[in-house]
């Protein structure tokens, strides 16, 4: 049985940070006595380069496809911008947000000490998930950043071609500090293991002293906060009692969280106009190809990266992501083929972009057969959601974003649950305190299904409601809708006032 670090999520869990951040943000995160690996450091830069391609020009080239001629170029803006947004955002306040010590409010969000970067140098160092094992802040600060980057950018195809460009600057800019920075605190905020080893060898040595054990336990408690049994086994989030979910690469920060995003502006700006009565078909499936290819190779980065060390976990997650998107291409092929008559371009690409949201939470965490069954069983599920449950209710979510990244976010985060049992060829659960018998931890299906679920739902309520407020505000503000003439122009001209073709 393979044992792994809890990988960037653990869900570190949803709670994240709490305490914990507060760890992270101080001494043991930034020492730079701690020695740097070059081979982590390269993989996790190159991985940084790989996820925002995923952004441009995948996404970008991927929704801007999907959408009618006249609002190509405004799609291809949305997304750029956002990038742009988010990028420097991030480094003003964002990172410190995310990652930083918020005090006695650090169960909910990070602090300011690290707005404009202030203490992150070429020489600070970020761990990873193995013991003595780190690489550079600034590496470990643009691998997230990127992830910042393309989660708002993926709301955008919710509401494609009826939302301002000067309204999807605004929510952009609210919607990552309101909704995404917080989360990504609650998920990714962690110890690190070296504290928690430190921790549990004190309490170890210190018998039936009760005067060391006090001390010690105080250690175990700072390190990983009063219920450290939580994260030891799998992720820690003090203000969810150590709820343990697993999570590798965002699933629920990343994919069910802009999904949700994405219907509840759907719902909010209403239908396009001639929704559902006039053609709506996509302008170029080349396009749209070229992009969910980008966004195919990209993934590696996003998952195997995720590791944050090139070793043999990152290759599991690396094989993970490939087999299970090959399989959930063919799986939304064959159901489309069996429904419709006759097999698609754009159901392979959707079917390919169903298997990475899917397996994103359990990239590292399930065997390749286990990840082979999660790209089969997916894209049934999303098909099934963004042909007739879409149509059922009525609601115009242009791109299925809810239907892929939302649904196929929950169906991978609760399938991790079930796919890390090592009976069902998983790696099992790690336990950091367990350091006299390999970090074995215990896998209980229960559980692990009950954090799973608590995860997956405290996302959906926090940027659900949180999400509609903001559109409200923002519609308020400036209004989110373009004038109807407007809109049947087509936001290029109107928006821009350029084109994306000439001819």
């Known amino acids: 049985m393979r044992l792994v670090p809890p990988p960037k999520t653990a869900f570190k869990t949803l709670g994240l940070g709490l305490l914990l951040a507060g760890i992270c943000a101080t001494s043991a995160f930034a020492d730079a006595a701690h020695p740097i690996d070059k081979g982590d450091t390269a993989w996790l830069l190159t991985s940084s380069a790989l996820v925002l391609m995923m952004s441009i020009p995948g996404l970008a080239l991927f929704y801007g496809g999907l959408v009618r001629t006249k609002n190509m170029a405004s799609v291809l803006a949305q997304v750029f911008m956002i990038v742009s947004l988010v990028g420097v955002v991030w480094v003003l306040y964002g990172y410190g947000l995310a990652f930083g010590d918020g005090g006695s409010w650090n169960a909910y969000i990070g602090g300011f000490g690290k707005a404009f970067l202030m203490g992150v140098t070429s020489d600070s160092a970020w761990p990873t998930f193995s013991n003595h094992a780190y690489v550079p802040e600034l590496a470990y600060m643009v691998f997230q950043m990127t992830f910042a980057m393309i989660t708002p950018a993926l709301i955008v195809g919710a509401f494609a071609e009826r939302m301002k460009f000067s309204a999807v600057v605004v929510f952009m800019l609210l919607w990552v ?7 990504a605190h609650w998920v ?48 820690s989030a003090p203000w969810m009692g150590g709820v343990g979910a697993l999570d590798f690469a965002g699933g629920t920060v990343v994919h069910i969280n802009a999904g949700i995003a994405g219907l509840v ?31 195919w190779v990209g993934w590696f980065g996003f ?48 079917g390919a972009v169903a298997g990475l949201v899917a397996v994103t939470p359990a990239s590292g965490f399930a065997g390749p057969m286990g990840s082979v069954v999660l790209g089969l069983m997916v894209s049934p599920i999303c098909f099934f959601f963004v042909s007739r449950v879409k149509q059922m209710f009525g609601y115009d979510d242009a791109l299925d974003v809810f239907g892929v990244h939302c649904v196929g976010g929950i169906t991978g985060a609760l399938m991790t649950g079930i796919l890390v049992n090592p009976a069902l060829g998983g790696v099992g659960i790690t336990d950091y305190t367990n350091i006299t018998h390999g970090n074995a931890g215990v896998y209980a299906f229960g559980p692990q299904m009950i954090a799973q679920i608590t995860a997956v739902v405290a996302t959906l309520l926090w940027s ?19 004038a109807p003439d407007a809109e049947r122009e087509g936001l290029d001209i109107t928006d821009l006032g350029e084109r994306a073709y000439n001819y």
């Open 177 to 183: 500090t309101v909704i995404y920075f917080p989360i």
């Open 265 to 295: 502006g759907a719902l909010v700006l209403g239908k396009r106009i001639g929704y559902p009565k006039e053609p709506m078909s996509p302008h170029s499936l080349t396009m749209t190809m070229i992009g969910a290819s980008l966004l």
């Open 188 to 235: 990714w905020s962690s110890v690190t293991p070296d504290d928690v080893a430190k921790a549990a060898k004190a309490i170890a040595d210190a018998g039936k002293d009760p005067v060391k054990l006090k001390a010690a336990q105080a250690m175990m408690n700072a390190a990983a906060g009063p219920t450290a049994a939580g994260w030891l086994s799998a992720g």
């Open 464 to 482: 659900g409601i949180g999400s509609f407020v903001l559109y409200k505000l923002v519609d308020v503000m400036i209004g989110l809708r373009p």
């Open 303 to 350: 998952n195997a990266g995720s590791n944050l060390e090139a070793t043999g976990v990152t290759a599991l997650a690396f094989v993970n992501t490939m087999v299970a998107t090959a399989a959930a291409a063919l799986s939304w092929m064959f159901v489309e083929w069996f429904e419709k008559g006759k097999p698609t371009l754009l159901g392979l690409c959707s």
